[in-house]
C-alpha cells in the first residue's frame, strides 16, 4: 500500500473546527465513535469561569464529565441568550444561566445530550427534541441526588426533580 491510500484511510486525529456540513458531521461523528474526548475550554470573566467550573464538578461527581467532553468542546460566557452552538460543539452561555451550579450541570448535560443527538442526525430540537431533553434533564438529576454527599446539594436537586415532575411536559 503506497504512503497516500495509507494517510487516506487513517483516522483523521482533529476534530473539525465546525460541525456544520454533512462531511463535518460525519468526519465528528467517527472520531466520537472512536473514542474522541474535546478538552472542554471555559471562556469567560473570572466569576463566569468559577461558577462554571463548580458546575462541572457536579457534573464529574455524578459520572457525566465523559459524555459531556465527548460532545461540547467549550462553554462560553455571552450576553446574550443562553443556547447551543451546534456547529461549534458549544455551549453559549450567560452569567444568570451559571449563577447556580445545579441548574448549570443541569443546562449544560441538555445541551451536550442535544448536541449528541445532532451529531447523531436525530431529533434534538421542537416539541419532541426538547420532551427528550428535559426528561435526560431528570435523569441526570437523579443520579447527581444520588452521587452527592453535599446535603444543599442533594437538596436542589431534590427542589429541581420536583418542579420538573410537576410540569405538564413530562
Same mark, same amino acid.
Given at each position: 500500500m503506497n504512503q497516500k491510500? /495509507?494517510?487516506?484511510d487513517r483516522l483523521p486525529d482533529r476534530f473539525p473546527e465546525r460541525v456544520y456540513t454533512l462531511n463535518e458531521v460525519q468526519k465528528a461523528? /467517527? &472520531? *466520537?465513535? %472512536? #473514542?474522541?474526548?474535546?478538552? *472542554?475550554? *471555559? %471562556? #469567560?470573566?473570572?466569576?463566569?469561569? *468559577? %461558577? /462554571?467550573?463548580? =458546575?462541572? %464538578? &457536579?457534573?464529574?461527581? =455524578?459520572g457525566y464529565y465523559d459524555f459531556l467532553r465527548t460532545y461540547i468542546r467549550s462553554i462560553r460566557e455571552i450576553d446574550g441568550l443562553s443556547q447551543l452552538r451546534e456547529s461549534e460543539a458549544s455551549i453559549w452561555a450567560n452569567i444568570y444561566a451559571v449563577n447556580d451550579p445545579v441548574d448549570a450541570a443541569c443546562f449544560f448535560i441538555q445541551k451536550a445530550w442535544q448536541m449528541k443527538r445532532y451529531v447523531e442526525g436525530k431529533i434534538y430540537y421542537g416539541p419532541q427534541g426538547e420532551t427528550l431533553a428535559a426528561e435526560e434533564r431528570v435523569r441526570f438529576i437523579k443520579k447527581l441526588t444520588s452521587c452527592t454527599s453535599d446535603l444543599k446539594i442533594k437538596a436542589k436537586c431534590l427542589e429541581r426533580l420536583k418542579l420538573l415532575e410537576d410540569s405538564r411536559f413530562l
Open positions: 491510500q /495509507t494517510s487516506k461523528r /467517527t &472520531l *466520537i465513535e %472512536k #473514542g474522541y474526548k474535546h478538552r *472542554i475550554r *471555559i %471562556k #469567560g470573566n473570572p466569576s463566569f469561569k *468559577i %461558577k /462554571t467550573q463548580e =458546575a462541572v %464538578k &457536579l457534573i464529574r461527581s =455524578a
